[in-house]
């Protein structure tokens, strides 16, 4: 990370209180919960960390897939991850990428919780071995490898909405 990321990130953090993003989120999914209808989020990186605080702050959602997750947000604000992802709510779909952190990843600690909490039968997790954090929204999609993994978890995102 270049210098000058975390005083970046930490204004951002500044900018964008969370409390005020999980309200964001609380709406929309109000909204289309209201229509009767199925919502599952899509959270990238940091958005990751957004949707497991709106879990904890009991927003309805039906499943929830995490891109790369950067859940290690909460512990940069002072939070822990572990007790952040105890309050998940529903299925969850976890793609980590090769250079995220163990406990992201197929038989780490978020799997272990989500099935302690009796979603791990619907909930999938993936590794991408091959692939560096934030490779499905910045990965060069002419690399052969990076196309290939966009694609494959595009498709597990698709297969597991159907599957709710």
């Not at 210098?3 to 999914?29: L, Y």
């Not at 605080?53 to 790369?68: F, Q």
């Not at 619907?122 to 929204?137: I, L, P, Q």
Request: glycine share 10%; charged share 25%.
């Amino acid at each position: 990370m270049g210098d000058g990321f975390m005083a970046r990130i930490g204004q951002f953090f500044a900018n964008h209180p969370i409390d005020e993003v999980v309200e964001m989120v609380r709406d929309a999914s109000n909204k289309v919960r209201g229509e009767g209808k199925k919502l599952v989020t899509m959270g990238f990186c940091w958005g990751t960390w957004v949707q497991y605080r709106a879990m904890k702050g009991k927003v309805a959602m039906d499943g929830a897939i995490c891109l790369h997750p950067s859940i290690v947000a909460e512990d940069m604000q002072g939070g822990n991850h572990s007790t952040l992802i105890a309050e998940q709510n529903c299925p969850v779909m976890i793609a980590a990428a090769g250079n995220d952190l163990t406990w992201t990843k197929p038989g780490g600690e978020m799997e272990e919780n989500a099935a302690k909490l009796g979603y791990g039968e619907k909930s999938k997790f993936y590794e991408f071995a091959d692939m560096a954090h934030g490779w499905t929204v910045r990965g060069d999609i002419k690399d052969e490898k990076i196309a290939r993994d966009v694609d494959i978890v595009f498709n597990n995102a698709l297969d597991f909405i159907k599957s709710l």
